[in-house]
Nanobody
Framework: QVQLVESGGGLVQPGGSLRLSCSAS????????MAWFRQGPGEEREFVGAIWRGGSSVYYADSVKGRFAISRDSAKNTMYLQMNNLKPEDTAVYYCAVDSTLILSSLRNPGAYDYWGQGTQVTISS
């Protein structure tokens, strides 16, 4: 079992920044893939970005590329999502997910991940 806890969400004005954290405990390994997804009101859960297998590569959705950055502190078993130049369309509940057996072609598929956090709300509004 793996437990994931997200934190750091909140209300920010357009153009502002936030940093989300995802703390993992339980049966994670340094080679697990950790990802961020988001789900806006009435929308499907969408891929934001991921650290592939412990950090060998980092992938982003086109909509956040250049504005968001994912990092991981293996010693703390924590993943971060630094979000800059936030836009109203970034408003969503942000979730972290972990999987230790994911294949690369499934990286952006939320159904491929075994473990999820409870989510943290991010609202971008003036």
């Amino acid at each position: 079992q793996v437990q994931l806890v997200e934190s750091g969400g909140g209300l920010v004005q357009p153009g502002g920044s936030l940093r989300l954290s995802c703390s993992a405990s339980g049966r994670t390994t340094s080679r697990s893939t950790m990802a961020w997804f988001r789900q806006g009101p009435g929308e499907e859960r969408e891929f934001v970005g991921a650290i592939w297998r412990g950090g060998s590569s980092v992938y982003y959705a086109d909509s956040v590329k250049g504005r968001f950055a994912i990092s991981r502190d293996s010693a703390k078993n924590t993943m971060y999502l630094q979000m800059n130049n936030l836009k109203p369309e970034d408003t969503a509940v942000y979730y972290c997910a972990v999987d230790s057996t994911l294949i690369l072609s499934s990286l952006r598929n939320p159904g491929a991940y075994d473990y999820w956090g409870q989510g943290t709300q991010v609202t971008i509004s003036s």
